[in-house]
T-cell receptor, first 111, second 113 residues
Framework: SQQGEEDPQALSIQEGENATMNCSYKTSINNLQWYRQNSGRGLVHLILIRSNEREKHSGRLRVTLDTSKKSSSLLITASRAADTASYFCATVFTSYGKLTFGQGTILTVHP | DVKVTQSSRYLVKRTGEKVFLECVQDMDHENMFWYRQDPGLGLRLIYFSYDVKMKEKGDIPEGYSVSREKKERFSLILESASTNQTSMYLC????????????FGSGTRLTVV
């Protein structure tokens, strides 16, 4: 079953703008991860945030986690056309670490 | 550069055939996973393995089996391929416990005709 719900399903912005994607989940988690997928390819890991962390940065990416609301957000600042891709959140809540994915957000950045 | 390698990028098989999808990782990861990805349904876990010869069912194991005889190799088997198994199949691996992200292969797009 799908753990996460992502919002919006699709996002279209201009280069230079910020892009924010949200993810909600249902059960307690060990960590939450964000992935990127270019069309027809495999997923690439972007960032992992642990359940005891509230915010994490990596380059132009900022991830927040609110465990009380069971939600996370991914912010991409100063977006580029090359950021065009699908973005997925995924949660880990078992000791074996299996990932459960949200439906994803399709981001289009127009040059 | 560490990698997860899936044996085929595109595959076309006939209904009823036995299909093997191979995945090899070179990172000495304990965990390995098979997902399928379908439009509107996202990524769904088929099977995973946390050790050699160990396997656990995911969310949609019906019609599939797996084999992990060596730590680096995790095979997905479609015992008798059906058209509803046409999909993108993604293999991934990770350390156990999960302290960093998964590494995914490039995917195999399987078409069953």
């Amino acid at each position: 079953s799908q753990q996460g719900e992502e919002d919006p399903q699709a996002l279209s912005i201009q280069e230079g703008e910020n892009a924010t994607m949200n993810c909600s989940y249902k059960t307690s988690i060990n960590n939450l991860q964000w992935y990127r997928q270019n069309s027809g390819r495999g997923l690439v890991h972007l960032i992992l945030i642990r359940s005891n962390e509230r915010e994490k940065h990596s380059g132009r990416l900022r991830v927040t986690l609110d465990t009380s609301k069971k939600s996370s957000s991914l912010l991409i600042t100063a977006s580029r056309a090359a950021d065009t891709a699908s973005y997925f959140c995924a949660t880990v809540f078992t000791s074996y670490g299996k990932l459960t994915f949200g439906q994803g957000t399709i981001l289009t950045v127009h040059p | 550069d560490v990698k997860v390698t899936q044996s085929s990028r595109y595959l076309v098989k006939r209904t009823g055939e036995k299909v093997f999808l191979e995945c090899v990782q070179d990172m000495d990861h304990e965990n390995m996973f098979w997902y399928r990805q379908d439009p509107g349904l996202g990524l769904r876990l088929i099977y995973f393995s946390y050790d050699v010869k160990m396997k656990e069912k995911g969310d949609i194991p019906e019609g599939y089996s797996v084999s992990r005889e060596k730590k680096e190799r995790f095979s997905l088997i479609l015992e008798s391929a059906s058209t509803n198994q046409t999909s993108m199949y993604l293999c991934a691996s990770s350390l156990l416990p999960v302290v960093e992200g998964y590494t995914f292969g490039s995917g195999t797009r399987l078409t069953v005709v």
